[in-house]
């Protein structure tokens, strides 16, 4: 059978190291980034470059998003020069980036009213799983439109979830989030707390990690509270991003999270000190400095 041609749009580290995957296993690749260099290695691979969203679409059947905001999205989706324009009757649309859930619908039923179908398709796991096929997929949208594109994401993860109606997806991605990044600003607080009251870290973390606080997220506060090593891949700015995402998917359901408010509070906080771009667990550094 023969490969859906494939238009990729965000070539940062996941999107640049999913397209190599692709590339590797035989897909014809068109592909669209601000970064020329990311796009010169992509086509240095046999890609062909697009000057606009709008001739992507023109030439791909599946168009692929992995960019950083839903602000972004849309921009790429709308105007003359946008997807909107160009996709093609036929065509599906993944948005591989954490979105609003609200947004994402709204997208949606435009595609759908010129004939093209939409997946939302947040992601799990690395760039390095990226790169060999290996991330978990929260896929999201009409199942026949799924199905369609389900040997593509197959080739791109290793664990590819189904969750329903469009939009699922990025719910998902946003309560995972939500939790994820919670339980680590508030285990980097128990850390910094502790520092502060003459409790040595790695005591702490031999008690709690011999019980049910243990997880990842319990060693990734560690290495830095403790050893003073980032290694959670994931920059606090993202982390404060989601959270806002969160709250607004909170909002339009007409519901409060006092627990999200807090954890947006503590990371627009660390964001305001200058470790935006840091990984999530220095937050310890804003929480030991942090006065009444």
């Known amino acids: 059978m023969t490969k859906p041609v494939i238009g990729f749009i965000g070539l940062g580290l996941m999107g640049g190291n999913m397209v190599e995957n692709l590339q590797n296993r035989g897909y ?63 065509a599906t649309l993944i948005d591989f980036g954490t979105s609003i859930p609200a947004s994402t619908r709204k ?26 096929g290996l991330l978990n997929i929260m896929a999201a949208g009409n199942i026949d439109t799924f199905n369609k594109v389900k040997p593509v994401l197959d080739e791109q993860g290793e664990n590819v979830f189904h969750l329903g109606a469009l939009g699922s997806g990025h719910v998902t991605k946003l309560v995972n ?19 502060l009251a003459g409790v040595d870290g790695q005591q702490l973390f031999d008690i709690m990690s011999a019980g049910p606080s243990n997880s990842p997220f319990m060693q990734f506060c560690k290495f830095y509270a403790v050893d003073g090593e980032e290694k959670l891949g994931f920059s606090i700015a993202n982390a404060n991003k989601d959270l806002g995402y969160f709250l607004e998917m909170v909002s339009d359901l007409g519901t409060e999270s006092l627990i999200a408010e807090g954890t947006s509070k503590s990371l627009q ?19 030991t400095q942090l006065k009444k």
Not at 109 to 119: F, K, T, V
Not at 269 to 287: E, H, K, M, R, T
């Open 269 to 287: 906080g660390a964001v305001d000190s200058g470790l935006a771009q840091n990984d999530v667990p220095v937050i310890f550094d804003y929480f």
């Open 107 to 132: 997208i949606g039923e435009e595609l759908a009213a010129r004939g093209a179908g939409m997946i939302d398709a947040p992601l799990g796991r690395t760039p390095a799983h990226a790169k060999d």
């Open 177 to 195: 989030n939500f939790m994820g990044m919670t339980t680590v600003a508030t285990m980097s607080q128990a850390f910094a707390i502790a520092k």
């Open 28 to 90: 014809e690749l068109n592909v669209m980034d601000l970064n020329k260099d990311a796009v010169a290695a992509c086509v240095a691979r046999g890609a062909k470059e697009a000057k606009t969203a709008k001739e992507l679409a023109e030439n791909s059947d599946i168009v692929m998003l992995c960019l950083t905001t839903s602000a972004v999205v849309e921009k790429v989706v709308y105007g003359d020069e946008g997807i909107l324009a160009g996709i093609k009757e036929g």
